[in-house]
């Protein structure tokens, strides 16, 4: 496999995709606003040391662990910064039905997806530009690639933080359309996503076809510490078996769909960082349900 090529590769959009790109993230953060609920944030009240445990967990425990793993792995740049980029995504929200199905806190599963959901408006360009910038090869890609620290974090701020205070203001004041409107507008943001990969992965089969080993190894162990540090994490803040289940699995599953969306709208469309990005999209899915067949099948073991 030709690294240099993977490193190299841009998926490339004209003015009306950056802005069909722009507009479909705007779509899914307005999407995950409107679920939100107060009652999400409940669980700060009863179980304080394991909500911030949980919550530190996502923004600060899995990017430093992804950092470590760079150090571990060396993998090529673009390939390095796509693991950032996931790593400082939020939860993604089919932690919530993976925890439901394993038997785990759901409640708690929710409450940390809408954590790192809301946090996500600043944290996520903040956490970017600083774990890049820590990693010597992500640093120099992304001054060889010109990105301006001020402009990316004013304008992915802007993507991430307008759709989701809107979202969050209906959702209080009127529910019921919320909820209708919801029913919509995750579909098209999901569409619009699954065209995106679609279109860069016909484009530069010839390059990733090859890389596909890479990929997949750097995405599965990345993965798999995830899944680790968020069961470790719930054992350090003596969780009770239902939490530690959703903490276990809300670590291990990103919003990498965010992450391919920030990649080619904000950063220059990196093809490398894009792949794996969508790579562990892919695998955090059967992960995580293989996960939820292991716990099911310890619970019918116990029961039995």
């Not at 507009?23 to 700060?44: E, H, P, Q, T, Y």
């Not at 792995?73 to 039905?97: D, E, F, H, R």
């Not at 304008?155 to 979202?167: E, I, Y």
Request: hydrophobic content about 55%; charged content about 10%; glycine content about 8%.
């Amino acid at each position: 496999m030709d690294t240099a090529a993977l490193n190299a590769l841009q998926i490339q959009l004209d003015p009306l995709g950056q802005a069909v790109l722009a507009i479909s993230l705007m779509v899914i953060m307005f999407s995950i606003a409107l679920g939100l609920r107060a009652s999400d944030f409940s669980i700060v009240r009863t179980a304080p040391a394991v909500y911030f445990g949980g919550v530190l967990a996502q923004i600060l425990g899995l990017p430093l662990l992804t950092l470590g793993l760079l150090h571990l792995l060396s993998p090529v740049p673009s390939v390095a910064l796509g693991m950032i980029v996931v790593a400082c995504c939020p939860g993604g929200t089919t932690s919530n039905l993976l925890a439901y199905l394993a038997r785990g806190n759901v409640a708690y599963s929710v409450s940390l997806t809408a954590t790192s959901s809301v946090l996500a408006a600043f944290m996520t360009p903040v956490s970017i530009l600083f774990w890049s910038n820590r990693y010597s090869p992500t640093a120099e890609l992304l001054q060889s690639i010109d990105v301006s620290p001020v402009s990316f974090l004013i304008q992915t701020t802007v993507l991430l933080g307008v759709p989701l205070a809107l979202g969050m203001i209906l959702a209080a004041r009127a529910p019921d359309l919320a909820a209708r409107l919801k029913k919509l507008t995750a579909p098209i943001g999901t569409l619009v996503l699954v065209g995106v990969i679609i279109y860069g992965a016909f484009q530069f089969v010839p390059i990733l076809l090859p890389a596909i080993g890479l990929l997949f190894g750097v995405a599965i162990f990345h993965n798999a510490s995830a899944f680790a540090l968020g069961f470790l994490t719930a054992l350090v803040v003596r969780a009770d078996p239902p939490s530690r289940r959703s903490l276990t699995i809300e670590v291990g599953i990103q919003n990498s769909g965010l992450a391919i969306v920030i990649l080619i709208g904000q950063l220059k469309g990196l093809g490398g960082a894009a792949a794996i990005a969508a790579t562990w999209g892919l695998w955090h899915l059967i992960a995580g349900a293989s996960i939820v067949l292991l716990l099911r099948l310890l619970d019918r073991r116990g029961a039995s």
